[in-house]
């Protein structure tokens, strides 16, 4: 077993910052790729940036420039620094990690429970 567990969200006025974070933890051999979603209401889910083991990142373009993720391997952790938010970035926000099973070495894909983040005056 194992879980994601986000925390970091809340509401910010425009222009504002918020930094998400997303933490592993339980039968963890190895994680691969860990990436940020966001589904705002009528909305399907979309990428918002991806970080491979190595560190190489990949932003959707809307959030290129503002947006900047990065992990920590050591505490199994992903980070998503958000700024210039803008109202548009109001969505549920959901943590992503390709983990391989400690006993199985077989490649799992897990997701956070989700955090919202809403932006607004």
């Known amino acids: 077993q194992v879980q994601l567990a986000e925390s970091g969200g809340g509401l910010v006025h425009p222009a504002g910052f918020l930094r998400l974070s997303c933490a592993a933890s339980?039968?963890?051999?190895?994680?691969?790729?860990m990436g940020w979603y966001r589904q705002a209401p009528g909305k399907p889910r979309e990428l918002v940036a991806t970080i491979t083991s190595g560190g190489s990142t990949n932003y959707r373009a809307s959030v290129k420039g503002r947006f900047t993720i990065s992990r920590d391997n050591a505490k199994n952790t992903v980070y998503l620094q958000m700024n210039s938010l803008k109202p548009e970035d109001t969505a549920v926000y959901y943590c992503?990690?390709?983990?391989?099973?400690?006993?199985?070495?077989?490649?799992?894909?897990?997701w956070g429970q989700g955090t919202q983040v809403t932006v607004s005056s």
């Open positions: 339980g039968r963890i051999f190895r994680i691969n790729a």
């Open positions: 992503n990690a390709g983990i391989v099973d400690q006993f199985s070495r077989f490649e799992y894909d897990y």
